[in-house]
């Protein structure tokens, strides 16, 4: 069992950063891909980004990549996503999630756990 807390949403300009950390309870933290997603008002929930459980294998959607990346500190039992670049269309609830997968999904199917989500809007 895995419990996930994010944090560090907020709002931004277009063009500025944000960091969410998701931090993971349990001790079986490293054997676990994680991923982000997130939700836009009346818009299905969207794969943002993977790691594996080693953080040696990284997957980012299309419409971040460049400007978002995605690590974890297994030490400290988080995931972090850095956020750069932002765009109003990045503005959206985003969720950590955990998968006991062997292999690193990108489909919300694929996983566990799911934190509560944190709020990041993006102005314009």
């Known amino acids: 069992q895995v419990q996930l807390v994010e944090s560090g949403g907020g709002l931004v300009q277009a063009g500025g950063s944000l960091r969410l950390s998701c931090a993971a309870s349990?001790?079986?933290?490293?054997?676990?891909?994680m991923g982000w997603f997130r939700q836009a008002p009346g818009k299905e929930r969207e794969f943002v980004a993977a790691i594996s459980w080693s953080g040696g294998s990284t997957y980012y959607a299309d419409s971040v990549k460049g400007r978002f990346t995605i690590s974890r500190d297994n030490a400290k039992n988080t995931v972090y996503l850095q956020m750069n670049s932002l765009k109003p269309e990045d503005t959206a609830v985003y969720y950590c999630a955990a998968s006991n997968l062997l292999r690193v999904g990108v489909l919300d199917y694929e996983y566990h756990y799911w934190g509560q989500g944190t709020q990041v809007t993006v102005s314009s």
């Open positions: 349990g001790r079986t933290f490293s054997s676990y891909a």
